[in-house]
């Protein structure tokens, strides 16, 4: 069973800045898919950042605001989330996808205040 474990999460004031990670128990190096999720309360979960064979994907929510980034050799993915807004407030989730199964971080919550 692959464990992701996120990390980083907290409460920030609004135009703050927070940087998530999440660290994977497999090697992430043949993944198809890693990136980043979130759930707010009453919302579905969204897409928030991914990498892929077909490349970066951001929502247009956070485009210009959220940067991630992949280590292979660390199995790590990272998101720099800056000038972050009280509608940024979510449980975030760490994901990835091989050819043979996908998993889910237990999330991180993010509190952005007004």
């Known amino acids: 069973q692959v464990q992701l474990v996120e990390s980083g999460g907290g409460l920030v004031q609004a135009g703050g800045s927070l940087s998530l990670s999440c660290v994977s128990s497999?090697?992430?190096?043949?993944?198809?898919?890693i990136g980043w999720y979130r759930q707010a309360p009453g919302k579905q979960r969204e897409l928030v950042a991914v990498?892929?064979?077909?490349?970066?994907t951001y929502a247009d929510s956070v485009k210009g605001r959220f940067t991630i980034s992949r280590d292979s050799a660390k199995n790590m993915v990272d998101l720099l989330m800056n000038s972050l807004k009280p509608e940024d407030t979510a449980v975030y989730y760490c994901?990835?996808?091989?050819?043979?199964?996908?998993?889910w971080g237990q999330g991180t919550q993010v509190t952005v205040s007004s």
């Open positions: 994901y990835v996808k091989w050819s043979w199964n996908a998993y």
């Open positions: 497999a090697s992430t190096v043949s993944a198809n898919t």
């Open positions: 990498m892929s064979s077909r490349g970066t």
